[in-house]
């Protein structure tokens, strides 16, 4: 840590939050010795910013300009997340994929979230997608991964953890929604204290990645 002060968050959110919501309430507790800089989200009416703002952090909306480019977007959310000397940038139901313009500026240290497991289900509406698999008989379980973002794939940077999630008979769609979001909540700051706490100097070499797992 920088002199023994908690690890500087900057959380990305283009919708609900609770995700967000579960980062700003385990940094509260002392779960997480980390502290959210801000919630920067792409879309105005984000319940993400509603959270931030409730909870005395910086809410900034950064909306995409008529005739922007991707990368010029993403030039300009870098120089925005730059502001607030992030240790770790967290993509908590982030819906744009980023370029090298924004990922360019901060190696290894883009966390993302995703509801499915490595090589499963990338992309949009993944939970909806894995429960109407099952519905077909194809699956009996989907998950949940923490990964880095070290370029312009799709969910499929080096994989920091997972957990497997059960589909259970008789599960609607609300239920399977709301147990993977259970374990993204865990899972996420589970993987943020380890981030936090384990890897030497906030971020993340090839000799701190061991089977996808973060390391001593």
Same mark, same amino acid.
């Given at each position: ?6 690890? #500087?968050?900057? &959380?990305?959110? +283009? *919708? @609900?939050? +609770? @995700? ?20 920067? +989200? ?13 909870a ?6 950064? *909306? ?6 991707? !990368? ?6 870098a ?9 770790? &940038? ?10 090298? +313009?924004?990922?360019g500026?901060?190696?290894?240290? /883009? ?11 990338p992309?949009?509406?993944a939970i =909806? #997608? $894995?429960?109407? =698999? ?11 991964? /923490? ?5 312009? *794939? ?7 953890? %997972? ?10 769609? $609300? ?6 979001? !259970? %374990?993204?909540?865990?899972?996420? &700051?589970?993987?943020?204290? #380890?981030?936090? %706490? /384990?890897?030497?100097g906030?971020?993340? %070499? ?11």
């Amino acid at each position: 840590m920088r002199g023994g002060e908690p690890r #500087r968050l900057v &959380v990305l959110a +283009s *919708g @609900n939050g +609770s @995700n967000a919501q579960a980062i700003i309430d385990a940094c509260a507790r002392g779960e997480l010795p980390a502290q959210v800089m801000a919630v920067v +989200s792409d879309k105005a009416d984000a319940y993400a910013l509603v959270r931030a703002d409730a909870a005395g952090l910086p809410a900034v909306h950064v *909306g995409r300009r008529n005739g922007e480019t991707r !990368a010029d977007y993403d030039a300009r959310l870098a120089e925005i997340v730059t502001g607030f000397d992030p240790d770790w &940038v967290v993509l908590a139901g982030w819906m744009r994929v980023l370029t090298l +313009s924004f990922l360019g500026w901060f190696p290894r240290m /883009v966390v993302n979230l995703h509801p499915a497991l490595p090589g499963e289900l990338p992309g949009l509406h993944a939970i =909806e #997608r $894995a429960h109407q =698999e099952a519905a077909a008989g194809m699956r009996t379980s989907t998950g949940v991964m /923490v990964h880095l973002v070290p370029d312009e *794939g799709v969910d499929d940077g080096p994989v920091l953890a %997972t957990a497997e999630v059960p589909i259970l008979p008789g599960d609607t769609l $609300a239920d399977l929604e709301q147990r993977v979001h !259970a %374990t993204e909540h865990q899972l996420l &700051v589970e993987t943020l204290h #380890r981030l936090c %706490t /384990v890897v030497p100097g906030g971020t993340l %070499t090839d000799s701190n990645l061991t089977n996808g797992a973060a390391t001593p």
